[in-house]
């Protein structure tokens, strides 16, 4: 390791500034001392170009030495001024739809001085605003434990508000059939195996891990028209809904990371036909399961579970990976039946030098206020998809002509709406939810 001669400079960089680090930002994405892929180059890149993100910023900060200047922290932020439905002017962690962790990258060999830097900068000097929250960190993870062991030595404070546990799958030195033995309970298994069975009458069914450029870019294609085909192209929330998401899911999951691919496609087809894709990306042995669509027109033979088995039985075989983070940002996922494991993940909530904690600014339980807005977009999320049942009732009603029978459905519908809306506005939740409720007017 180079010694480091001078103090390390921190700069507050604009998306042009940004884009010109080049590969100094591959560098330090692969040596950060917690993964986070959706601040890598190719990624974050992606979502500048491609989504709305007017706003975002970077902190960078450069360590130097005798042969110039090497990046070891970055960290993207976006103002809001508002927060819990209080005017609250804060930093953001950046993130969009599709960024479900606030990491910041944080060079392992100097992962120090790089921290001490970002907290000590945060003055009303540097144009930023005192208050500092990074949504979907890892509690236990190496960045949170050094962000709370530098704070006090800077005179910032960190505290956690909210947390959920996000299940994670860790490769151990056994076989596949043997931690499914151990981990899923055994109805459960019988089942998956079951509808495996089922699945294969149907036709030859084959399971592929993509990496190579060519197979990923048609895997991808596969992706996107799978996912468009379901309830999210009905709910206008897929990627292929807008040219602005297409594009910018064609972008960031194309890059790589120095000269290994970021992103990796898991396969399942039947005859031949691309029937379930899951879409991962990869930073050093932590593999980031970020999207996964199905064809529910195969619904009763649950292609998508299918998958996830032969996911599993894959990383056991191959080693691809030590860990699969499974990237939800909501309780009750699917995947908790099948991963035995799990890891708190919270909002990271820091106040500057000489500031206010940020508790008494805001005059309220901060954890409890970040508990309800994670509960009640789960909510809205949950109302949606019964108001999106009963719309299909509905229609199945109007087309049968029983009119007594539609008019109960319609009032239904309308108070279930209702119920979403107001979930939706307490909430404050992403334009995703957004989307999906505007698809509820018939």
């Not at 459960?188 to 495996?196: A, G, K, P, S, V």
């Not at 870019?217 to 929330?237: M, N, P, Q, V, Y």
Request: glycine share 8%.
């Amino acid at each position: 390791m180079t010694e480091i001669l001078h103090p390390p400079v921190i700069r507050l960089l604009g998306p042009e500034e940004l884009q010109a680090l080049g590969p100094a930002w591959d560098e330090l994405a692969a040596n950060a001392i917690e993964e986070n892929p959706f601040y890598s180059r190719p990624y974050f890149l992606a979502g500048l170009h491609h989504l709305e993100e007017s706003g975002t910023r970077a902190l960078c900060v450069f360590a130097r030495d005798g042969s110039g200047e090497r990046l070891i922290g970055f960290l993207p932020v976006q103002r809001s001024r508002f927060r819990y439905g209080l005017p609250w002017s804060v930093e953001l962690g950046a993130q969009n739809l599709f960024q479900p962790s606030g990491t910041p990258l944080i060079h392992r060999d100097h992962a120090a001085r790089a921290l001490d830097a970002i907290l000590s900068v945060r003055t009303a000097a540097s144009g930023l605003a005192p208050h500092l929250l990074l949504p979907n960190i890892r509690l236990d993870g190496p960045v949170a434990g050094l962000i709370r062991a530098r704070a006090g030595a800077t005179g910032s404070r960190a505290e956690f508000i909210g947390s959920l546990s996000r299940p994670i799958l860790r490769r151990r030195d056994e076989a596949a059939e043997e931690y499914l033995a151990r981990s899923v309970a055994p109805k459960r298994l019988r089942e998956l195996r079951r509808t495996q069975r089922r699945l294969s009458e149907q036709g030859a069914v084959a399971f592929r891990h993509v990496t190579e450029p060519g197979e990923f870019r048609a895997a991808l294609e596969d992706f996107l028209r799978i996912e468009h085909s379901g309830w999210k192209g009905e709910a206008a929330t897929a990627f292929l809904s807008q040219p602005e998401t297409a594009a910018f899911a064609r972008a960031a999951f194309a890059g790589r990371i120095g000269d290994a691919p970021l992103a990796s496609a898991d396969v399942l087809s039947l005859d031949g036909t691309a029937i379930a894709v899951s879409l991962n990306l990869q930073v050093g042995r932590t593999s980031f399961a970020i999207k996964c669509a199905y064809d529910e027109s195969l619904r009763r033979f649950s292609p998508g579970l299918v998958l996830e088995l032969l996911v599993i039985e894959h990383l056991f075989a191959s080693r691809f990976a030590d860990e699969m983070d499974s990237c939800v940002t909501q309780a009750g996922h699917v995947i908790q039946d099948l991963w035995d494991d799990a890891v708190e993940v919270g909002t990271l909530a820091l106040s500057a030098p000489g500031g206010l904690s940020s508790v008494p600014l805001v005059g309220l339980d901060l954890a409890s206020a970040e508990r309800n807005r994670l509960q009640l977009r789960s909510e809205a999320k949950a109302r949606y998809l019964a108001a999106r049942e009963t719309v299909r009732a509905l229609r199945t009603l109007v087309q049968g002509g029983e009119e007594t029978r539609t008019a109960k459905a319609r009032k239904q519908l309308d108070a279930t709406s209702r119920k979403a809306m107001m979930t939706f506005n307490t909430a404050q939740p992403n334009g995703e939810f957004a989307a999906m409720l505007a698809t509820m007017v018939v």
